[in-house]
């Protein structure tokens, strides 16, 4: 195994550093840092790089992947410092460091304050696609009747061959509900206008199931027996599934800058024609989540500039090409949530094969960074 580590796995993690450090250069730098547990609980940060050009988006590179001990503003802090030591060992380029794009986590906020002292030109902008998220996990928590709904009809058909047989035979071409992930963004929702979409036959395929006593299918024909729950769907199909779009609309790759910003401004101007208390509480959300991204303001600056409009100023410690730059900066998790995901998939992969957990960490490292 050590033979394996030294002639096979270092050589190929030199070589494709190698041509990462080649691939950026000295072009201006954005960061995408976030952390997770994997399957044995252990506190695993990836820290992505990609470059920031005016000609076209780039695709970001995965430059460490790390077991930290713990996980807070000071160890986030070393790792993305140490980190950039990969990509700069001489460094010299702290100012081509111009933005960090992580969630809204309290630590992060920190880290963002304590790596500006290095990195004098780096904008922190808090994940807008999990901005968008909040809002709809604030929606949950506004419907509970709505969420005992969507959160039994799941288990109805779980494991269920002939439950699944009488929903095919009433609706036969319709998919069964959508699953709601709250790691998935925008799933509830999605639950939830399903059930707005199909709620007359769901009622009739419950009443048909003959095992009525499972508590599942109790709760679910209650809920469906609510008037409020009929019109509590109405209401979140009316005005809250555009969340669900913008949250698909900001995962697509390519997207310029003023397009994010454009998708995140309808999702304002939609949140403030919500009526009744309802909309209060939703706009008090959005209101507490903007101002907590300090960089989105920044991030609508630029795009302002970039969008040619007269009355604009730009942001202080940035040059015309440093905006110009920015013209294609991401400003979402989507690529490094996706790194955890093929981390997770090769983990799981490894523990089949009876190698050291050395070699498994290496090996998926490696394979992330291709």
């Given at each position: 195994?050590?033979?394996?580590?030294?002639?096979?796995?270092?050589?190929?993690?030199?070589?494709?550093?190698?041509?990462?450090?080649?691939?950026?250069?000295?072009?201006?730098?954005?960061?995408?840092?976030?952390?997770?547990?994997?399957i044995?609980?252990?506190?695993?940060?990836?820290?992505?790089?990609?470059?920031?050009?005016?000609?076209?988006?780039?695709?970001p590179?995965?430059?460490?992947?790390?077991?930290?001990?713990?996980?807070?503003?000071?160890?986030?802090?070393?790792?993305v410092?140490?980190?950039l030591?990969?990509?700069?060992?001489?460094?010299?380029?702290?100012?081509k460091?111009?933005?960090?794009?992580?969630?809204?986590?309290?630590?992060?906020?920190?880290?963002?304050?304590?790596?500006?002292?290095?990195?004098?030109?780096?904008?922190?902008?808090?994940?807008?696609?999990?901005?968008?998220?909040?809002?709809?996990?604030?929606?949950?928590?506004?419907y509970?009747?709505?969420?005992?709904?969507?959160?039994?009809?799941?288990?109805?058909?779980?494991?269920?061959?002939?439950?699944?047989?009488?929903?095919?035979?009433?609706?036969?071409?319709?998919?069964?509900?959508?699953?709601?992930?709250?790691?998935?963004?925008?799933?509830?929702?999605?639950?939830?206008?399903?059930?707005?979409?199909?709620?007359d036959?769901?009622?009739?395929?419950?009443?048909?199931l003959?095992?009525?006593?499972v508590?599942?299918?109790?709760?679910?024909?209650?809920?469906?027996?609510?008037?409020?729950?009929?019109?509590?769907?109405?209401?979140?199909?009316?005005?809250?599934?555009?969340?669900?779009?913008s949250?698909?609309?900001?995962?697509?790759?390519?997207?310029?800058?003023?397009?994010?910003?454009?998708?995140?401004?309808?999702?304002?101007l939609?949140?403030?024609?919500?009526?009744?208390?309802?909309?209060?509480?939703?706009?008090e959300?959005?209101?507490?989540?903007?101002?907590?991204?300090?960089?989105?303001q920044?991030?609508?600056?630029?795009?302002?500039?970039?969008?040619?409009?007269?009355?604009?100023?730009?942001?202080?410690?940035?040059?015309?090409?440093?905006?110009?730059?920015?013209?294609?900066?991401?400003?979402?998790?989507?690529?490094?949530?996706?790194?955890?995901?093929?981390?997770?998939?090769?983990?799981?992969?490894?523990?089949?094969?009876?190698?050291?957990?050395?070699?498994?960490?290496?090996?998926?490292?490696?394979?992330?960074?291709?």
């Amino acid at each position: 195994m050590k033979a394996l580590r030294r002639s096979f796995l270092h050589p190929c993690d030199v070589s494709t550093i190698e041509k990462i450090i080649e691939k950026i250069g000295d072009s201006y730098i954005y960061l995408v840092v976030d952390e997770t547990t994997d399957i044995n609980g252990s506190y695993i940060a990836n820290l992505l790089v990609g470059v920031l050009n005016e000609q076209s988006p780039s695709k970001p590179f995965l430059i460490v992947c790390k077991k930290l001990d713990k996980t807070n503003h000071s160890t986030i802090s070393r790792f993305v410092n140490d980190s950039l030591g990969i990509l700069w060992p001489h460094g010299g380029n702290d100012e081509k460091v111009l933005l960090l794009c992580s969630d809204a986590a309290p630590y992060m906020i920190k880290v963002s304050k304590t790596l500006n002292v290095f990195f004098p030109n780096m904008i922190h902008i808090s994940c807008l696609a999990h901005m968008i998220q909040r809002l709809a996990e604030k929606v949950r928590e506004m419907y509970p009747n709505v969420n005992t709904l969507v959160s039994n009809l799941k288990k109805v058909f779980l494991k269920a061959p002939q439950r699944v047989d009488v929903y095919k035979e009433i609706m036969p071409n319709v998919p069964l509900p959508p699953e709601p992930v709250l790691t998935r963004w925008g799933t509830w929702i999605k639950a939830a206008n399903f059930c707005a979409d199909h709620f007359d036959n769901l009622k009739i395929i419950l009443q048909k199931l003959e095992d009525k006593n499972v508590v599942s299918i109790k709760k679910c024909i209650n809920m469906l027996s609510l008037e409020s729950v009929k019109n509590d769907l109405t209401f979140i199909q009316s005005h809250f599934f555009i969340l669900v779009k913008s949250i698909k609309n900001l995962e697509r790759s390519s997207l310029t800058l003023c397009d994010s910003i454009q998708i995140v401004n309808n999702v304002i101007l939609a949140m403030e024609k919500v009526p009744g208390q309802q909309g209060k509480i939703i706009q008090e959300k959005l209101l507490y989540l903007i101002e907590k991204n300090v960089g989105f303001q920044t991030a609508k600056q630029i795009t302002a500039i970039l969008s040619g409009k007269e009355i604009s100023i730009m942001p202080p410690n940035l040059t015309p090409s440093m905006c110009s730059c920015m013209k294609f900066a991401p400003i979402t998790l989507v690529d490094v949530e996706r790194a955890f995901e093929i981390h997770y998939f090769y983990h799981v992969q490894f523990s089949k094969l009876s190698l050291p957990k050395a070699v498994k960490d290496a090996y998926a490292s490696l394979l992330l960074q291709q």
